[in-house]
């Protein structure tokens, strides 16, 4: 039984940046894909950005590339995701979720997930 603890969210202005950590327990990252998503209000949560197990390969959706970077430490079993240049449409709770199988974008292919960690971009 996996358990994941998201931390590092907060209050910013627009054009600034957050570093979102994601403690992973009972599961080594070393061995597992993950991914984060976001839920904004009154929407349904999407897919942001998926790291594989090696570290080595990742993907974003198109509103985070070349802003969003995800990463892991496995001495820490920890992910990250840095975001620089927030913006207001960025407000949104953050999930951290581990992969299980199937499409690395669909929320079905994640078994376990954290509680969320809110991120509010004021304007």
């Known amino acids: 039984q996996a358990q994941l603890v998201e931390s590092g969210g907060g209050l910013v202005q627009a054009g600034d940046s957050l570093r979102l950590s994601c403690a992973v327990s009972g599961r080594t990252l070393s061995r597992s894909d993950m991914a984060w998503f976001r839920q904004a209000p009154g929407k349904e949560r999407e897919f942001v950005a998926w790291?594989?197990?090696?570290?080595?390969?990742?993907t974003y959706t198109d509103s985070v590339q070349g802003r969003f970077t995800v990463s892991k430490d496995n001495d820490r079993n920890t992910a990250y995701l840095q975001m620089n240049n927030l913006s207001p449409d960025d407000t949104a709770v953050y999930y951290c979720?581990?992969?299980?199988?199937?499409?690395?974008?669909?929320?079905?292919?994640?078994?376990?997930w954290g509680q969320g960690t809110q991120v509010t971009v004021s304007s």
């Open positions: 979720a581990l992969y299980k199988g199937g499409h690395s974008r669909y929320i079905s292919s994640y078994d376990y």
């Open positions: 790291l594989s197990w090696s570290g080595a390969g990742t």
